[in-house]
């Protein structure tokens, strides 16, 4: 095997391995699960179906938080990256960092395994 190869299959086994705890460090959100679901029943929970024991959405049109959950696409980074953008139609709540880990913390522990 030339040097080249071997230089590029070292790099590439510890991006993989670098990916793969990555992938650990986000499957470990840091908040608290049951101060998250407080804050949703406080504030979210007038628009969304925020449990999976909830049987009637209080709004239709927008998502429900298990299925936000179950959304292969939902990582910790990308529900931090929109708990910190304005969206229409939704309060302007300032979140403390401990308040934001705590509902991402709380969406993640929806998702069905």
């Keep these: 095997m ?4 071997r230089a590029g299959a070292a790099a590439l086994i510890a991006l993989s391995s670098v990916v793969g705890l ?22 979210c929970a007038e628009c969304h179906v925020i449990s999976r024991d909830q049987t009637r959405a209080p709004n239709a ?3 429900t938080w298990p ?4 959304d292969p696409g939902t990582t910790e980074f990308r529900l931090r990256a929109f708990f910190q953008t304005p969206h229409q ?14 509902l991402i913390t709380y969406i993640l522990s929806l998702k069905r395994r």
């Design 2 to 5: 030339s040097k080249t190869i």
């Design 22 to 43: 990555s992938q650990v460090a986000l499957a470990q959100a840091p908040g608290d699960p049951q101060a998250g679901l407080q804050l949703a029943r406080q504030w």
């Design 61 to 63: 049109g927008v998502p």
């Design 67 to 70: 299925n936000i959950a179950d």
């Design 89 to 102: 139609n939704m309060p302007n709540i300032a979140l403390s960092r401990q308040q934001t880990d705590d």
